[in-house]
């Protein structure tokens, strides 16, 4: 059976560790590194568009400029001189149609091989808007290289205006090696990027990351390891205080997991000794019964308090393993008088008339609370015990030692106090004031009463704090609210005696 179960927890372990793997494209370096290269590239092609459609207008201003440079030396000479051989070789150095030049109004046709029958499209490059040249170079990559273009405009300080027809096949070449120049630039500029931009985030991000994700996943698989837990590396960005509260979560939910581990050891040992504890009250219980048929008058005087302590006891090893279940039945409540309950709870504090320890009931004997009777005297209970448990500590003979219950009516409110002139809570008590195992002010207490106090007085509808803790004066405050009245029963109340008169 234990290497079975041997066999499982290591299953399930191993299970847990491969929910942490993550596959190679899933993995969030994976994705970054293909949407940087995705980013970079469209920010490449948005740089592309305005950078061919200048190299279109500059290509467009070099053959111009070229064309302008020979119209200087044809002007300057006598154009018919030239041979036709001389002409061609001046065309065909710059792809030309035929060049022409404007000056004072006046057209003068100086070099032609071919007039076109038409031009396509007439270019003025010094005058092309940003957006018409990007629209002009799309249409010359997509649809050019059989069109006519006329490029005409003025070059350097010169008062002549140029022309040149030119057929837009070589300037569509030219384009397109451009393209694929810049395309192959701009993949090697994405892959360079791509790959910086992966390394710097990963280092800064990614792994810091990971294994955030490894410090989560190897303490899935062991919570109650402590070697399981983040330690943090003293980061001061978001990241670093990302690992500092993990490591905190971690170490908070060992906590919790240890206190209800001890939990569940502690009620595994309150059921087994709660059989025999009934049965050994039981016991007590039917010789107790006997003591009412001695006639003595102090062993009658004391054998009802026996009882009820008895009884006490028996419906207390019942509760036990009720607590932390929500299963507390809820409050019978009742009109009490408290001063009678609280001489109660002093008697079932097992002091001796000649203790030190003073016990005061400090309360009017007409006073009157609406509560359970049971609970409310174990909530007092549970603070005197603690009250006289702290005091006893002291040995001291001059100081002094006592304990008192005091109480008022505010309305339709009872305030009760519960004060003693120990030395005080400590400041982990303070801290963990109503939690169980955690609130204790003594070596070996488990923190069990002020837990239990605290839900019954919110069943009650009220609530306890702690009102001062300093040496010499310890008090607590509990507030009561009498339960509701139901407005059909008030107007029941109210109704009666109209009808009985």
């Not at 001695?294 to 009820?308: E, G």
């Not at 923190?447 to 306890?464: D, F, N, P, Y």
Request: with cysteine.
């Amino acid at each position: 059976m234990a290497v079975g179960k041997g066999e499982e927890g290591g299953q399930g372990v191993a299970a847990r560790a491969d929910f942490g793997a993550v596959p190679w494209p899933r993995k969030l370096s994976t994705k970054l590194l293909g949407l940087t290269i995705l980013f970079v590239l469209i920010a490449e092609v948005l740089i592309f568009i305005p950078s061919i459609a200048n190299f279109r207008l500059r290509w467009l201003e070099e053959r111009l400029a070229t064309a302008a440079a020979a119209s200087v030396v044809l002007v300057q000479s006598d154009a018919g001189e030239l041979s036709p051989g001389l002409r061609n070789d001046v065309l065909m150095a710059l792809g030309a149609k035929a060049i022409a030049v404007r000056t004072d109004g006046v057209s003068r046709l100086l070099v032609v091989s071919d007039m076109p029958p038409r031009v396509d499209e007439h270019i003025q490059p010094m005058r092309v808007q940003p957006v018409e040249a990007m629209f002009g170079a799309l249409d010359t990559l997509v649809s050019g290289g059989d069109r006519m273009l006329r490029v005409f405009g003025r070059v350097g300080q010169s008062d002549m205006e140029f022309e040149l027809i030119i057929p837009d096949g070589g300037l569509r070449d030219a384009m397109l090696i451009y393209a694929r120049n810049v395309a192959i630039l701009s993949l090697l500029i994405s892959l360079i990027t791509a790959a910086l931009v992966f390394f710097a985030i990963h280092a800064i991000m990614i792994r810091p990351i990971r294994e955030l994700r490894n410090s989560m996943v190897a303490f899935a698989a062991a919570p109650d390891d402590p070697t399981r837990i983040l330690r943090p590396s003293g980061r001061r960005d978001e990241l670093g205080v990302a690992e500092q509260g993990l490591s905190a979560m971690q170490a908070q939910l060992q906590r919790t997991l240890g206190e209800q581990k001890h939990l569940a050891d502690l009620g595994l040992a309150v059921s087994k000794i709660n059989h025999d504890m009934r049965n050994i009250l039981a016991s007590a219980q039917l010789m107790s019964d006997r003591l009412q048929s001695v006639d003595d008058p102090s062993v009658q005087m004391i054998a009802p308090k026996l009882l009820r302590a008895i009884d006490r006891a028996v419906s207390y090893t019942e509760g036990v393993l009720a607590y932390g279940r929500a299963q507390e039945p809820p409050p019978a409540r009742r009109i009490l008088r408290l001063s009678r309950l609280v001489d109660d709870v002093f008697s079932m504090l097992g002091l001796d008339t000649g203790s030190a320890i003073e016990c005061v009931n400090a309360v009017d004997p007409g006073l009157e609370v609406d509560a359970d009777s049971e609970q409310l005297f174990r909530i007092l209970t549970n603070l005197a015990r603690n009250a006289v448990q702290a005091m006893s500590s002291d040995m001291d003979g001059a100081v002094v030692r006592r304990l008192t219950v005091s109480a008022e009516r505010e309305g339709s409110v009872s305030r009760i106090f519960v004060e003693d002139t120990g030395p005080g809570l400590p400041a982990k008590a303070r801290d963990n004031l109503f939690a169980a195992f955690r609130g204790s002010a003594r070596s070996g207490g488990t923190g069990l009463g002020l837990a239990i106090a605290h839900e019954l007085v919110r069943a009650h509808g009220g609530t306890i704090e702690l009102v001062e803790s300093i040496g010499g004066r310890t008090l607590f405050s509990i507030l009561i609210p009498d339960q509701p009245v139901r407005l059909q029963d008030a107007r029941r109340t109210l109704h009666r005696p109209a009808r009985e008169a």
